[in-house]
């Protein structure tokens, strides 16, 4: 479980706080989706919420958000099997957050697309900067790309 304390942690060092950045949290467990949306909003994130696997993929199509929070452990389709399903069709940065610790499981989730990978229970604190950390670069590399297109004459 997130512990929300350090809630209020606000940084605004290359993380613009007046442009909400999309979060998509995927998990079975509705206390937990209900507890990240309570942390996770007044840090500048708008939060929208999947509980499964299946949903969670529509959700990446139709949203396009800026991130995704992911659970391994969940009915149907799992962790590792969204992240495959999204990798087809997306980069958007997936956190893994979960209570599995184990070295070949965090090796696993990454080497199938997830970007960063945390584990349960850790600071909010902790959560919100790898968040910042992955939508800075997204957007970042989203603004290199538009500078490479050619202009439209």
Request: charged fraction near 25%.
């Amino acid at each position: 479980m997130v512990s929300p304390s350090m809630t209020t942690y606000n940084s605004t060092l290359l993380f613009n706080p007046t442009q909400a950045a999309r979060v998509l949290v995927v998990d079975d467990d509705i206390d937990t989706t209900d507890l990240l949306k309570i942390i996770l909003e007044p840090n500048a994130f708008e939060v929208f919420t999947a509980n499964s696997g299946l949903e969670g993929v529509e959700m990446v199509r139709e949203l396009n958000p800026d991130v995704v929070i992911l659970d391994l452990l969940m009915p149907g389709l799992d962790g590792m099997g969204v992240c495959k399903e999204v990798r087809q069709f997306s980069q958007v940065p997936i956190l893994v957050l979960s209570a599995v610790s184990k070295p070949g499981i965090v090796a696993e989730a990454l080497n199938v697309g997830a970007d960063d990978y945390l584990t349960k229970p850790m600071k909010s604190s902790v959560l919100i900067a790898h968040l910042k950390k992955l939508v800075r670069r997204s957007r970042a590399e989203q603004d290199a790309n538009r500078e490479n297109q050619p202009s439209p004459e």
